[in-house]
């Protein structure tokens, strides 16, 4: 297994796909972005692309392309409430630093 849910984030994100007849699972990209240099980007994917990977974890299919996959690799996915706002946390191992808006990422 590469990634990980928590069961917060595994119910929300459960609520995604019950809505979408056509999902086939959670996909986790990054792009380059923000103040550190990478950024999660997330959707709900209607097909599976030839270079996705695909990791499953408390009956969430977890998709990733096999770049990202190498940068985040071994990430937990939370599902938090900060201030009024919910949103998904990344804890990932990999990264070495974070800017501090918490937008973006760096990894060696």
């Not at 917060?8 to 550190?36: E, H, M, N, W």
């Not at 009024?84 to 990999?94: L, S, T």
Request: charged residues 25%; contains cysteine.
């Amino acid at each position: 297994m590469s990634l990980y849910v928590t069961e917060t984030a595994a119910a929300r994100i459960q609520q995604f796909i019950d809505k979408d007849p056509l999902a086939k699972g959670f996909k986790v990209s990054i792009k380059k972005t923000g103040c550190s240099g990478w950024g999660y980007e997330v959707e709900i994917p209607h097909e599976i692309l030839a270079d996705d990977i695909i990791c499953e974890d408390k009956g969430i299919k977890l998709i990733a392309n096999k770049d990202t996959l190498e940068v985040i690799k071994g990430t937990t996915i939370d599902y938090e409430q900060q201030g009024i706002n919910h949103v998904f946390v990344y804890k990932n191992p990999n990264a070495t630093g974070e800017c501090g808006c918490g937008e973006s990422f760096t990894t060696n």
